[in-house]
T-cell receptor
Framework: GENVEQHPSTLSVQEGDSAVIKCTYSDSASNYFPWYKQELGKRPQLIIDIRSNVGEKKDQRIAVTLNKTAKHFSLHITETQPEDSAVYFC????????????FGGGTRLMVKP | DVKVTQSSRYLVKRTGEKVFLECVQDMDHENMFWYRQDPGLGLRLIYFSYDVKMKEKGDIPEGYSVSREKKERFSLILESASTNQTSMYLCASQLYNEQFFGPGTRLTVL
């Protein structure tokens, strides 16, 4: 089955700096890669996703990049703010409706004011 | 807005007890999932269901079973709770590829 590894497990940045979280996946058939954000005490929520037919996607201060050849994808957050502090999970799936997600281990991001 | 609810936020049970965790979604989604969340291990899939009365094993089904008698409700059952099942349990329903999570149940088995 699919295996998703995520690094780093914790990341501390100063407010205004950029943060990058990286994930690798094992199944070359995976074609859908979402990122979920879980604030302290709250449920995970989808913040951005990318499909394998594109290499990059942006939404305001967040962006995701995908390298299919190397089987890795990354989340980039620019101009970090304290409210970006959370646990971030990457995931991969084959992407048809109903197929399950395989999650990475999570990254705890702390943005220091 | 999608609403996914779980029957309890916190639960304390004793070893050997039978435990029921319930999840209800109000959006008529066909796909529902149960995960457990442990520090450093992310979200690990226990079971999922594509439709009423249908279930599929996830990555860590041992010690768990599920029931889906109605489309909106997906139950996770621990037949005989053990201390290594102490964890946060999250359910989710899915529309297309997006999963919508419940608030979680923190289960402690003593």
């Amino acid at each position: 089955g699919e295996n998703v590894e995520q690094h780093p497990s914790t990341l501390s940045v100063q407010e205004g700096d950029s943060a990058v979280i990286k994930c690798t996946y094992s199944d070359s058939a995976s074609n859908y890669f979402p990122w979920y954000k879980q604030e302290l005490g709250k449920r995970p929520q989808l913040i951005i996703d990318i499909r394998s037919n594109v290499g990059e996607k942006k939404d305001q201060r967040i962006a995701v990049t995908l390298n299919k050849t190397a089987k890795h994808f990354s989340l980039h957050i620019t101009e970090t703010q304290p409210e970006d502090s959370a646990v971030y999970f990457c995931a991969a799936s084959i992407g048809n409706a109903g197929n399950m997600l395989t999650f990475g281990g999570g990254t705890r991001l702390m943005v220091k004011p | 807005d999608v609403k996914v609810t779980q029957s309890s936020r916190y639960l304390v049970k004793r070893t050997g007890e039978k435990v029921f965790l319930e999840c209800v979604q109000d959006m008529d989604h066909e796909n529902m999932f149960w995960y457990r969340q442990d520090p450093g291990l992310g979200l690990r899939l226990i079971y999922f269901s594509y439709d009423v009365k249908m279930k599929e094993k996830g990555d860590i089904p041992e010690g768990y079973s599920v029931s889906r008698e109605k489309k909106e409700r997906f139950s996770l059952i621990l037949e005989s709770a053990s201390t290594n099942q102490t964890s946060m349990y999250l359910c989710a329903s899915q529309l297309y590829n997006e999963q919508f999570f419940g608030p979680g149940t923190r289960l402690t088995v003593l």
